[in-house]
T-cell receptor, first 114, second 112 residues
Framework: GAGVSQSPSNKVTEKGKDVELRCDPI?????LYWYRQSLGQGLEFLIY????????KSGLPSDRFSAERTGGSVSTLTIQRTQQEDSAVYLC????????????FGPGTRLTVT | GENVEQHPSTLSVQEGDSAVIKCTYS??????FPWYKQELGKGPQLIID?????GEKKDQRIAVTLNKTAKHFSLHITETQPEDSAVYFC???????????FGTGTRLTVIP
């Protein structure tokens, strides 16, 4: 079946511009996660959605970062006033249930801020 | 919060040899430990996981061991093949936490 998809695959933007990254999770998966992967680093948790519950935003690095999940499916991660340090690969994952269940990752969006 | 450390950062082995990657974690409440393989330009893919109620799990050439007392777990790949070359990440999950805590990755190169 279809896996997690993300768009765009690559995004180059100028410093100070806003960007939106999209994630389509696997159908039926109630949990959705956003992670950030900087060059040569592990994955850094950003935000988590579970059903209709309030999202866990504890990993967002600043108030320039926000995310929403519409209708319990598609999610958008928005970065306002981008900075060069925002350059990274942004990965989305979904799972059937939160916590201990396998997370399926998308291919990621490579963001480059010039 | 949880802190996961992973070693080594790079590992080169000859084809057919074994590879071992080790991780430690800090939170004794962690109870789920997956390993992910990430190939160039792709998202991480789960290859094996272990829960805190078992000490070892094996799937063909891949095995994972868990020592809860010492708070460390390891990935073992036997009879390595060139297609095993990738970056491997360990992770841990704690009851009550919504996310996985990842190690910094190991770049494995299998030399033909």
């Amino acid at each position: 079946g279809a896996g997690v998809s993300q768009s765009p695959s690559n995004k180059v933007t100028e410093k100070g511009k806003d960007v939106e990254l999209r994630c389509d999770p696997i159908s039926g998966h109630t949990a959705l996660y956003w992670y950030r992967q900087s060059l040569g680093q592990g994955l850094e948790f950003l935000i988590y959605f579970q059903g209709n519950s309030a999202p866990d935003k504890s990993g967002l690095p600043s108030d320039r970062f926000s995310a929403e999940r519409t209708g319990g499916s598609v999610s958008t991660l928005t970065i306002q006033r981008t900075q060069q340090e925002d350059s990274a690969v942004y990965l989305c994952a979904s799972s059937l249930a939160p916590g201990r269940y396998e997370q399926y990752f998308g291919p990621g969006t490579r963001l480059t801020v010039t | 919060g949880e802190n996961v450390e992973q070693h080594p950062s790079t590992l080169s082995v000859q084809e057919g040899d074994s590879a071992v990657i080790k991780c430690t974690y800090s939170d004794s409440a962690s109870n789920y430990f997956p390993w992910y393989k990430q190939e160039l330009g792709k998202g991480p893919q789960l290859i094996i996981d272990i829960r805190s109620n078992v000490g070892e799990k094996k799937d063909q050439r891949i095995a994972v061991t868990l020592n809860k007392t010492a708070k460390h777990f390891s990935l073992h790949i036997t009879e390595t093949q060139p297609e095993d070359s990738a970056v491997y990440f360990c992770a841990a999950s704690t009851t009550g936490a919504n996310n996985l805590f990842f190690g910094t990755g190991t770049r494995l190169t299998v030399i033909p």
